[in-house]
């Protein structure tokens, strides 16, 4: 190793001692009870430790193994990511059978990562379930202590739902966060520069879930926040509310939404008050609740004019002529549009104007003006493109797709349906990929081309179940049962049940009672 790796190395090491130096200050009274408790415990023994980020969980167990009463100790980290896990005690005595235990070591299981599992919403997560039932076989087959590492929100959910095993507990250890943690993890959501809404699902996962972590920090579960800490709160709730939106969870996102708009009442702001009756309003859109939706938005709008607020005007028009379009009143959402537009424009907005273009290209499409429909996406596309906005493509491209269909030019159809396609991959949009596949599935059903036909259909049916869609589920279904007594394919009632985890034969009764309805 060269001389300059060698003083890098001391560096970063120096660097680490000194933050686990300064968690544990942090943390001394807790810490110190956290050594006791671990030194005098024998046999099985459950404790239970509190800590929201995993970077402090990091030098919480690197404190541990450093700890001079903690050097008789074996310290073991068993991870358990599986969002689907459900018998824990199993993969424990599996994980153990393959640990080889240091002569004279007290051995001590840390676990990791059960929030996962455990969850944020439902009753009874299975993993708890199992939990509960089997927590008697734990004195016999996990014969050394153990400690659970989670985060606030996943302590309260175990001993809601795991009450047996919680009652278990010999130790609950609360270790606070921090101040360099807290504001990494700000840095990571809250001042993030990218919108939660526009990021691929995996990285908005890991966003949520540092979210939910944040969360406990300002709002502990059980205590009412600070008045300090009121706006951090709404800004998370905010953030949570449209998350769960974009992933087409409108109860999840209410129940966050609901809150932010408690503390908005506390803080007497007009402005976040309004951010949330809108962000209501689309939550039920999305369960296509359109009156309330409807009543929510004008709420919005009375808001927005009160504080002679034209930007706010703009989008609870756009929103209100979004309900109309989908209600299938196509020339009251005309008027909602062009009103937008006009403001737009007035306020030289050009940016939001493309959204606008895009919508009334979709009126104009449902009123079957196809030229003007592709006039008004053609603007929406020239501005999105001008202004960087490769994502925002995606959707007119789609659209100029349909329209192209319509006019049988169909290798433009297709090239359009490519390229909206290309563009969702690329910014991991799987759930808008669904409606593309169904346009290519109609396309090749279109010229012939029945195989494609179907492994299109297929894909949009698959994508619709895996985001719990219901209503564009059942559209796609009817689609498939009208294919299916077209084709007569059998391999496609095979494909069905395999994706909706059924018989055969219940898709095909299925399909007999959409033909028949």
Known sequence: MSSSNKLSNQHNNSELQAEIAKFIAYNQDEFAELVTFIDFAEKFTLGFIEINFPPDIDLLIAGLRQEPQCQSIQFVVLDFPDANLRFLRDELVQQLAKIPQENNKKLVLLIRNLEKSIGVFGDYPPVLQDLNFVRDSYRQTVPHPLLFILPDYAISRLAKFAPDFWAWKSGLFRFKTTESTRDEAIA???????????????????????????????????????LANLRNCYN??????????????????????????????????????????????????????????????EQALDIGKKQKNS???????????????????????????????????????????????????????????????????????????????????????????????????????????????????????????????????????????????????????????????????????????????????????????????????????????????
Do not use: W
């Open 311 to 517: 930007r706010a005007v703009a989008i609870s028009l756009f929103s209100l002529g979004n309900v109309s379009l989908e209600m299938r009143k196509f020339h009251q959402a005309q008027d909602y549009y062009q009103q937008t537009l006009d403001i737009e424009i007035e306020s030289g907005d050009r940016y939001s104007c493309a959204s606008t273009y895009h919508q009334l290209g979709m009126v104009a499409q449902e009123l079957q003006e196809f030229k003007e429909a592709r006039h008004n996406y053609q603007q929406a596309l020239d501005i999105t493109i001008e202004y960087g906005d490769r994502y925002g493509c995606a959707s007119t491209y789609h659209q100029l797709g349909r329209v192209a269909q319509k006019l049988r030019e169909f290798e433009q159809a297709r090239r359009n349906y490519q390229q909206a396609l290309d563009i969702k991959i690329e910014y991991g949009d799987r759930y808008g990929c669904a409606s593309t596949y169904f346009q290519f599935g109609k396309l090749a059903e279109e010229l012939g081309e029945v195989e494609e036909a179907k492994a299109n259909y297929l894909q949009a049916v698959q994508i619709t179940a895996e985001f719990n869609d219901d209503y564009r589920l059942e559209f796609s279904l009817g689609n498939l049962a009208r294919f299916y007594q077209v084709t007569k394919d059998e391999s496609l009632l095979a494909a069905v049940s395999e994706i909706l985890g059924v018989s055969v034969e219940e898709v095909r009764q299925s399909f007999d009672e959409i033909r028949n309805s």
């Open 188 to 226: 990571n959501t809250l001042n993030a520069d990218t919108d939660i809404e526009r990021l691929p699902t995996p990285e908005q996962q890991e966003r949520i879930d540092l979210l939910h972590r944040l969360l406990m920090e300002y709002s502990p579960t059980g205590e009412t926040p600070s």
């Open 236 to 297: 998370i709730l905010m953030e949570l509310g449209k998350a769960y939106l974009s992933q087409f969870k409108p109860i999840q996102a209410r129940e966050y939404l609901e809150k932010a708009g408690e503390i908005t009442k506390k803080l007497s702001n007009d402005s976040l008050q309004r951010q949330v009756i809108h962000h209501l309003g689309k939550s039920y859109q999305q369960q296509r609740q359109f009156e309330k939706a409807n009543s929510y938005h």
